[in-house]
């Protein structure tokens, strides 16, 4: 028998000391170890399968409400890599993995917001959520507030709000619209080719305005020019422009208060975060410490969103 064990023996209340110290010192590893996978898990699932986000204006009353907490299904499309790495400003370059479907009209979806009628890109990463109004290659015609694809009459959703009120003739042009130079406004709009990839558009002075944003916007910043009756792409004089990608036209259930596909242009598919699933929690905005649990919409809470 070694000293130490003849020491310990003879000290029983240090042997016990020191089996306990052992002990915890496991437990506390263990512990941590527990976190730390919980926390990786929880990162992962972010980055790739689910994000929550909070309502913040009225521009789809009422099937969603300023004050709602969302899940939104980041995998219901596609699996792609992370745009940025949750709580950090650190940006990922975007691709996708694997496709899971593909939107669908009436989808209510999340994604990045493009940027404003005449900007290539947004200034700030944005997320606007929005219900999917016209797919790729479908022709979209609004026609005193009421929505027509394919010449086929969209009914409006379930909890959708617009006003019949003062509705703006035919004709009159609202600058705010896009594409610029069309006698359009959000009440009567179109018809327009919404496009796809592998459609072919012909190019020319009169419509430029419509598709050189959108092909920058899908190719490079600042690569379509106009001279005169010649516009180029790349250097390269052109006439025709085939896209690469697939877009969307969205618009808010609250038709008169939205800022949507009418006003800064077709969606493009990548832009697309992922597809709205449930409201988890919802109060009323702004939210008192007094009037705390009157705040609390408790008919909204796990309601599935359609």
Request: net charge positive; proline share 6%.
């Amino acid at each position: 028998m070694c000293p130490e064990e003849i020491q310990n023996i003879n000290n029983p209340e240090k042997l016990l000391n020191k089996e306990d110290h052992s002990d915890r010192h496991f437990r506390t590893k263990g512990f941590i170890r527990a976190i730390l996978i919980a926390l990786a898990a929880a990162l992962i699932i972010k980055m790739f399968f689910i994000e929550a986000d909070v309502i913040p204006t009225g521009s789809m009353e009422n099937t969603l409400l300023a004050g709602d907490f969302i899940i939104v299904n980041k995998s219901a499309y596609t699996i792609s890599t992370p745009r940025t790495i949750p709580l950090t400003n650190i940006t990922f370059p975007y691709f996708k993995i694997i496709n899971t479907s593909s939107p669908k009209l009436n989808d209510v979806i999340v994604f990045r917001y493009p940027g404003n009628l005449d900007e290539i890109q947004s200034a700030g990463e944005i997320d606007f959520i929005k219900r999917i109004i016209g797919c790729p290659g479908d022709t979209l015609q609004i026609i005193n507030k009421t929505v027509y694809i394919n010449k086929n009459k969209i009914p409006l959703p379930p909890n959708a709000f617009i006003s019949r009120l003062n509705i703006l003739n035919s004709g009159i042009a609202d600058k705010r619209i896009f594409p610029q130079g069309r006698n359009w406004n959000s009440d009567n709009y179109g018809p327009v080719v919404i496009p796809k990839n592998g459609m072919t558009v012909d190019l020319n002075p009169k419509n430029i305005n419509e598709w050189g944003i959108l092909i920058e916007r899908e190719q490079a910043p600042k690569i379509v020019s106009v001279e005169g009756t010649v516009i180029t792409i790349n250097g390269i004089p052109a006439r025709k422009y085939k896209f690469t990608k697939n877009y969307f036209f969205v618009m808010g259930d609250s038709r008169d208060d939205s800022m949507d596909s009418r006003y800064w242009g077709f969606l493009l598919e990548d832009n697309i975060i992922g597809k709205t699933v449930l409201v988890y929690w919802s109060w009323e905005l702004p939210v008192s410490l007094q009037a705390f649990f009157h705040s609390i919409r408790w008919s909204r809470i796990l309601k599935i969103i359609h």
